[in-house]
């Protein structure tokens, strides 16, 4: 469980620093580019986000210098979704009576405090959103995103995009899309996916020596489990042996070794099953609240905390089929044990 949340956090980190399917940047793009952008194969939607142009944020009749940065709100919700990236979810940066809605950096709420007196240059506005996480603009701690309906009467006019996002259609190779995008935008272009970006995080020594523990530590508490069915079995082999001969000379099917088996191990086993994932439920709320996972997940947040249903299925799994395969085992060498010997061993006892 701790390795699914590890592992989400570096997905949700990477997928915040695209923004959407996929990112270009390196160029300043047209609204015609734009156009043809959205017309290429594969591709299901397409949306600008202007370079940072500077401006005034003024709160409560202070004023600090910030970073402007204009988008499109409606295009810009279609192609990132509810996904992370630049709108926190549920945001909106759609036109609307009175002050103008904006989303900002951490930082810059950090400044603002809840206040409702927020003007950017002369425009009044207001918070909608905070973006916690990475986005697609970069590394940058004080901004604000705006609506380009707003762009002249912030900053005076609309400046051009200096990042394309784009969502892929369902089964389109991203391979392909990036060929044809350098093709009709030129080669010297940064494109980048969150799949890329991921492989790129998890190279490090830091990430991969963390999923090298953690992967040994699941393996090891694989063998000591298989290590104690074993002993459970091996221990109570003889007296097994010896309740089978004397259960067959009375006329016992011969499935009753079965169910004799999964009596000495069925309790136990599903008493592991449960404590072991209730204790796994716990382990990571401890280690998420108390040790900084961020550097190994590329975010400026902590990795939330997330239980993946395939990794769960395949512990979970792989410890029944171990204990099933241990049981079948102990039968087999069961249904060898000469009555008459067993019988013996018993009278002489």
């Known amino acids: 469980m701790l390795l699914s949340a590890l592992q989400a956090g570096i997905s949700e980190a990477a997928r915040g620093e695209v923004g959407a399917d996929m990112s270009?940047?390196?160029?300043?793009?047209?609204?015609?580019?734009?156009?043809?952008?959205?017309?290429?194969?594969?591709?299901?939607?397409?949306t600008g986000i202007s370079g940072a142009d500077p401006s005034t944020l003024d709160v409560n009749g202070e004023k600090r210098?910030?970073?402007v940065f204009v988008v499109d709100a409606a295009d810009l919700r279609e192609?990132?979704?509810?996904a992370p990236g630049m709108l926190p979810p549920g945001a909106s940066l759609e036109p609307r009576s009175g002050a103008m809605p904006v989303v900002v950096a951490a930082q810059t709420a950090g400044f603002i405090d809840g206040s409702d007196q927020v003007r950017v240059g002369s425009t009044d506005a207001e918070v909608v959103g905070?973006?916690?996480g990475?986005?697609?603009?970069?590394?940058?701690?004080?901004?604000?995103?705006?609506?380009?309906?707003?762009?002249?009467?912030?900053?005076g006019r609309d400046p051009s995009d200096r990042t394309l996002l784009v969502r892929l259609e369902?089964?389109?190779?991203?391979?392909?899309?990036?060929?044809?995008?350098?093709?009709?935008?030129?080669?010297?272009?940064?494109?980048?996916t969150a799949d890329e970006i991921v492989a790129t995080i998890?190279?490090?020594?830091?990430v991969q020596g963390v999923r090298i523990a953690l992967l040994t530590a699941t393996g090891v508490a694989a063998l000591l489990s298989a290590l104690a069915i074993v002993m459970t079995l091996t221990l109570a082999a003889g007296p097994r042996g010896r309740v089978l001969a004397l259960l067959r000379t009375l006329g016992a099917p011969r499935r009753s070794a079965t169910s004799l088996a999964l009596w000495e191990v069925g309790?136990?086993?599903?008493?592991?099953?449960?404590?072991?994932?209730?204790?796994?439920?716990?382990?990571?709320?401890?280690?998420?609240?108390?040790?900084?996972?961020?550097?190994?997940?590329?975010?400026?947040?902590?990795?939330?905390?997330?239980?993946?249903?395939?990794?769960?299925?395949?512990?979970?799994?792989?410890?029944?089929?171990?204990?099933?395969?241990?049981?079948?085992?102990?039968?087999?060498?069961?249904?060898?044990?000469?009555?008459?010997?067993?019988l013996r061993t018993v009278e002489e006892g």
């Open 79 to 82: 192609v990132q979704g509810e």
């Open 202 to 206: 998890e190279q490090g020594a830091a």
């Open 24 to 46: 270009i940047s390196g160029a300043t793009f047209t609204r015609e580019q734009l156009e043809s952008v959205r017309g290429l194969d594969g591709v299901a939607a397409a």
């Open 267 to 342: 309790p136990p086993a599903i008493a592991a099953v449960i404590a072991g994932t209730l204790f796994g439920a716990l382990v990571p709320l401890v280690v998420l609240t108390g040790v900084d996972l961020r550097p190994f997940t590329g975010s400026t947040i902590q990795p939330a905390y997330h239980v993946d249903a395939a990794t769960l299925a395949v512990t979970l799994g792989g410890f029944i089929l171990l204990a099933v395969a241990f049981t079948a085992v102990a039968l087999l060498a069961s249904r060898r044990v000469r009555a008459a010997s067993a």
């Open 65 to 67: 210098p910030t970073s």
């Open 134 to 155: 990475p986005v697609p603009i970069g590394e940058r701690e004080n901004w604000v995103a705006i609506d380009a309906s707003y762009a002249e009467e912030v900053l």
């Open 130 to 132: 905070v973006a916690t």
């Open 170 to 192: 369902p089964g389109a190779s991203p391979d392909a899309v990036e060929n044809e995008l350098r093709t009709l935008l030129g080669g010297d272009l940064r494109v980048r």
